[in-house]
């Protein structure tokens, strides 16, 4: 994935002077990269016969022997060099990430300021937007032709397989609602110009979209190997904390609605310094019962506990500080500590595979940027559009009249130029996977029989205690037969004696 995120550019720049010089190639455009910047080893030349390639340019093709300056651009050899290296700059992954970054920095910035200084109704004086908010809306739609080119490049044939790649990663559930509310507040901004009050929607609708756009900035520290693990804990950490949220609204809803019920509710008027809305609509019951109670999880009382000492003997008084006391222990101890447990327990999760989530996340992070545009908007515009054009003409073709679909389009993958290269390639990856599959068998098998072993020695064990048991309850029993023998002997004694006293009392009767 390393060479494939540098393709012809060097693939180690984790030294100073190098990422010097690549900051310089990003921030000149890449005008000064061919002088600073480190590029792959130019294939050697043996016997004057150039080196051939074996893969295809719509393919990855990092392992290929690139051209150095030898296609003709012009006449002038150190030209064609210079024009080579500004080549194999822009196609680097690495540069297209960095100047998606730039520009997406450059857009909150924009988005940003005309928010704060230049989103205002059009005026007499002033009738037409100001020029900063139509460059912003000019980036936006640059952005999703990119987003749209993304989609219909993605590896999936199928619209359904399209849709769940896309939408597997949370940053594109935000990068779409961020789409959708900027172009609803803009059909706010333009229908409801003329009264300040409703233009305060418009305003509101993109309020939230910047801060979710400046939210979705978070996905550019994916490919640092130290921080992008951290996003997949906190993603993680989110479904915990929905858990955790039905929790808390559950029990914050029942002492609102107790609490309330007893005080304010059941005395609207009781209470100098305010007085209760008890009007059955939404927004007076979220003002009343919804918003103090859930800002008692933050330790803000409010006029809480000063209300109910006005009247400290009163029966609800007293019923409502007890159910405040209950509150506090239950959510601000005791389910606020099992949230904070829960985190540890998921960030300690994902620690433990770090390695594993950061290859998944680069691999993704790589795939995304393989098909993007090479250039800045509004150049990029242009390479987006002819994209989805030709995409859309190879797939009318294909689907109309039967024909064979674009035999050229950008694949995620290495394709041979010799195809009984990928025939070998099949060979490989199948004797690969059978040695791979041999060596878990066995390890496995070796696991099994140790875990066998075990369990028979413990069976063993098992049985040789099972033996001494019985040898113990044997031993008992002719014990017990020896006793039992020895009082019948005793019986048959004392009944003989017994006969014998008996029959000469006998004799004497009968004599007589």
Not at 102 to 124: D, G, H, I, K
Not at 155 to 176: N, W
Not at 354 to 360: A, D, G, Q
Not at 374 to 395: E, K, V
Request: hydrophobic share 40%; aromatic share 14%; proline share 4%.
């Amino acid at each position: 994935m390393n060479n494939i995120w540098y393709k012809n550019i060097h693939h180690e720049q984790s030294n100073k002077r190098n990422e010097l010089a690549m900051a310089i190639g990003v921030f000149s455009l890449g005008l000064l990269a061919p002088f600073f910047v480190t590029y792959r080893n130019p294939p050697k030349i043996v016997n004057n016969e150039k080196p051939k390639r074996s893969l295809q340019s719509y393919g990855i093709d990092y392992s290929d022997p690139y051209p150095s300056g030898s296609r003709r651009y012009t006449k002038y050899p150190p030209i064609n060099n210079y024009i080579q290296r500004l080549k194999n700059f822009h196609q680097a992954l690495h540069i297209k990430y960095s100047y998606h970054c730039l520009n997406y920095c450059f857009f909150l910035l924009l988005f940003s300021y005309v928010l704060l200084f230049n989103f205002q109704p059009p005026t007499s004086s002033v009738p037409c937007i100001h020029w900063t908010e139509i460059l912003t809306i000019i980036l936006v739609s640059t952005m999703l032709i990119e987003e749209i080119h993304y989609f219909v490049s993605q590896d999936s044939i199928t619209l359904s397989g399209k849709f769940e790649c896309y939408f597997r990663d949370l940053f594109k559930i935000m990068t779409l609602i961020g789409f959708i509310l900027f172009y609803t507040g803009l059909i706010l901004r333009f229908t409801h110009a003329d009264d300040e009050n409703e233009f305060v929607a418009a305003r509101v609708v993109w309020a939230i979209d910047v801060e979710l756009w400046w939210l979705r900035s978070l996905a550019f520290i994916i490919v640092i190997p130290s921080l992008g693990p951290h996003l997949v804990a906190i993603g993680k950490m989110l479904k915990d904390l929905l858990f955790f949220i039905c929790i808390i609204a559950i029990v914050m809803t029942g002492y609102g609605v107790a609490s309330r019920s007893m005080v304010y509710y059941s005395n609207p008027t009781l209470f100098n310094d305010t007085t209760t809305d008890t009007s059955f609509d939404g927004r007076s019951i979220f003002r009343q019962i919804i918003y103090p109670v859930y800002y008692l999880l933050y330790g803000q009382m409010g006029n809480e506990l000063a209300d109910l000492d006005t009247n400290p003997d009163a029966a609800w008084s007293i019923a409502t500080q007890v159910l405040l006391a209950i509150q506090m222990l239950f959510v601000n101890i005791l389910l606020t500590n099992l949230l904070i447990a829960m985190f540890s327990k998921r960030f300690d999760q994902v620690y433990d595979d770090t390695k594993n989530i950061w290859h998944s996340q680069q691999y993704l992070f790589t795939r995304e940027y393989y098909t993007r545009s090479p250039f800045l908007p509004p150049i990029s515009l242009g390479y987006d559009i002819y994209r989805l054009c030709r995409t859309g003409f190879y797939a009318i073709r294909r689907v109309c009249f039967k024909k064979s679909a674009d035999s050229k389009a950008t694949v995620f993958k290495m394709i041979p130029i010799n195809k009984s290269r990928m025939k070998e390639w099949y060979e490989f990856e199948g004797a690969s996977t059978y040695e791979y599959a041999h060596i878990e068998a066995k390890s496995l098998t070796s696991t099994s029989t140790m875990s066998t072993s075990g369990s028979d020695s413990t069976s063993n064990e098992n049985k040789d205690d099972t033996n001494d048991n019985a040898n113990d309850s044997n031993s008992d029993i002719r014990l017990v037969q020896h006793d039992l023998v020895k009082l019948s002997q005793v019986i048959e004694e004392l009944n003989a004696k017994i006969d014998a006293f008996i029959d000469p009392t006998r004799l004497k009767k009968d004599a007589k």
